[in-house]
């Protein structure tokens, strides 16, 4: 079955501690991303990639972030500089660029800090 | 002002009833956009997207595009409790990337 696979599904970080969140899709499309969620809110895009070995900041990159070496996978490191990383993490992957295709998302990493 | 807004809700509907659900654009360039349903806990399902002016019918939902008027709407029809959930709207935004919408919550009350 194709699809994106996230791990791990929750997640628990100390204060200064980094942590990477894992992303791998087997649906061939060219184009990852990830978002943040936070508790009654909407998505904020954190990074994005349209093809290997390239990716973008997104509208709060600052305290992430991420590599794009294989097709199929897109980690998201979150570093001790993210002073609030409590919150629901979202991958996503496209055929083509955002805005123009449909975006499916991963089952999610839930990140708490302790 | 935000590139894409929904009417915050929360919504409840009975059971059987039409829920229509409404979010506006900012940018009238704009040719596509999706529908996202979110269970409780869960990630987003697509469940619709849009991409000319008009209507499209996808079993109980309708997803309905006014370039006009800058708004997309989802209607779901013969609403069951199931269908209880946040849905997402979602379309074009900077950097010509997705912009999400803050998500209705919607409420079927058997």
């Known amino acids: 079955d194709g699809g994106i696979t996230q791990s791990p599904k929750y997640l628990f970080r100390k204060e200064g501690q980094n942590v990477t969140l894992s992303c791998e899709q087997n649906l061939n499309h060219d184009a990852m991303y990830w978002y943040r969620q936070d508790p009654g809110q909407g998505l904020r895009l954190i990074y994005y990639s349209q093809i290997v070995n390239d990716f973008q900041k997104g509208d709060i990159a600052e305290g992430y972030s991420v590599s794009r070496e294989k097709k199929e996978s897109f980690p998201l490191t979150v570093t001790s500089a993210q002073k609030n990383p409590t919150a629901f993490y979202l991958c996503a992957s496209s055929i083509g660029p955002a805005g123009y295709n449909e975006q499916f998302f991963g089952p999610g990493t839930r990140l708490t800090v302790l | ?110």
């Open chain 2, 1 to 110: 002002q935000k590139e894409v807004e929904q009417n915050s809700g929360p919504l409840s509907v009975p059971e059987g009833a039409i829920a229509s659900l409404n979010c506006t654009y900012s940018d009238r360039g704009s040719q596509s956009f999706f529908w996202y349903r979110q269970y409780s806990g869960k990630s987003p399902e697509l469940i619709m997207s849009i991409y000319s002016n008009g209507d499209k019918e996808d079993g109980r939902f309708t997803a309905q595009l006014n370039k006009a008027s800058q708004y997309v709407s989802l209607l779901i029809r013969d609403s069951q409790p199931s269908d209880s959930a946040t849905y997402l709207c979602a379309g074009p935004g900077s950097a010509r990337q997705l912009t999400f919408g803050s998500g209705t919550q919607l409420t079927v009350l058997p």
